[in-house]
């Protein structure tokens, strides 16, 4: 019998996974899944949870919650020799891997699209000794993300990290950097880079309107020094997908990316502090198996199709 294995933050979606876990049990069970459950106790559980199915070779893991426990499940699977498929349940507050793969926020939704059986391959992003599905990016703008407060990000979503630069913005000295993409090097005063994974970050679902998630590239935005102008400019155009020719963006797509800073930057980690740079930044393709609806699986082949 196969088996399944679900990992889930119980405070996350105001405890909705908590409340619905044995509905959802119920469901992987009917489709043939001996189905177990392990609810996250801390930072860092669900990649030791993770490790634990990869050792014992479940067919599925399901991680439900936010991006973060996604990242913390896909942190203990990526590079082992035995990865089960992954599928995904969201419950956080942006929900970006779940928006970027098109899989419904209603859990049961979202519990369907497993149940369903359809899957894709898609890429994985290594940082240094780390793992993001969605970005890596480092300058004093990324850290806006640790100091948006929880309650600001949910009543006002990608306003309340717009707020933050623009608060920000006047404090922030841009940082001499070198960054090595593929064939090519870049060095330059820059307020932030992007290195992207899906096409929806921090709940701008424009912010890297050309990412695809099975190519084996990543989407890589630079942004140079900014005044004040510059930045809401660069901003207000990122809403509708429009910065990427602005005089003030780099933009380009790699495999491969080196960063070095010539003073101290933070790496940001799927919304989350990843350590100091320097950094090396790899495109693991089609790594994972993930669940997926099949409006995905066919958006992602016709834009193969057409590139």
Do not use: C, W
Request: hydrophobic share 40%.
């Amino acid at each position: 019998m196969r088996k399944a294995r679900i990992i889930y933050n119980p405070t996350a979606g105001r405890e909705l996974i908590k409340k619905n876990i044995a509905e959802i049990l119920q469901q992987l069970e009917q489709i043939g899944y001996e189905t177990s459950a392990h609810a996250t106790t801390s930072e860092g559980d669900a990649t030791i949870a993770a490790r634990i199915a990869v050792e014992r070779k479940y067919d599925l893991v399901i991680a439900a919650g936010g991006d973060g426990t996604i990242n913390e499940v896909v942190n203990g699977i990526a590079e082992k020799p035995y990865r089960p498929k992954l599928g995904i349940i969201p419950a956080g507050t942006t929900n970006d891997f779940a928006r970027a793969l098109h899989i419904p926020l209603d859990i049961m939704k979202a519990v369907e699209v497993i149940t369903n059986g359809n899957s894709m391959h898609l890429d994985v992003g290594a940082a240094n000794d780390q793992y993001f599905i969605n970005i890596a990016g480092g300058g004093k703008l990324t850290e806006l993300t640790y100091d948006v407060p929880s309650k600001l990000k949910t009543m006002i979503g990608q306003l309340a990290y717009y707020i933050k630069g623009i608060e920000m913005l006047p404090s922030i000295k841009p940082v001499h950097t070198i960054i090595e993409l593929d064939d090519r090097v870049i060095e330059e005063d820059i307020m932030l880079f992007l290195i992207s994974n899906s096409n929806s970050v921090g709940g701008f679902e424009k912010l890297a309107p050309n990412a695809k998630l099975d190519d084996g590239y990543f989407d890589v935005i630079i942004l140079l020094k900014s005044h004040l102008a510059d930045f809401i400019r660069v901003a207000t155009s990122a809403l509708r997908g429009a910065h990427l020719n602005d005089k003030s963006v780099i933009y380009t797509q790699a495999k491969h990316i080196k960063v070095t800073p010539t003073d101290d930057m933070q790496m940001n980690i799927d919304g989350e502090y990843g350590g100091q740079l320097p950094g090396e930044f790899r495109n693991l393709q089609q790594h994972i198996e993930f669940m997926v609806p099949q409006e995905f699986i066919n958006e992602q082949k016709n834009n193969n199709q057409t590139r």
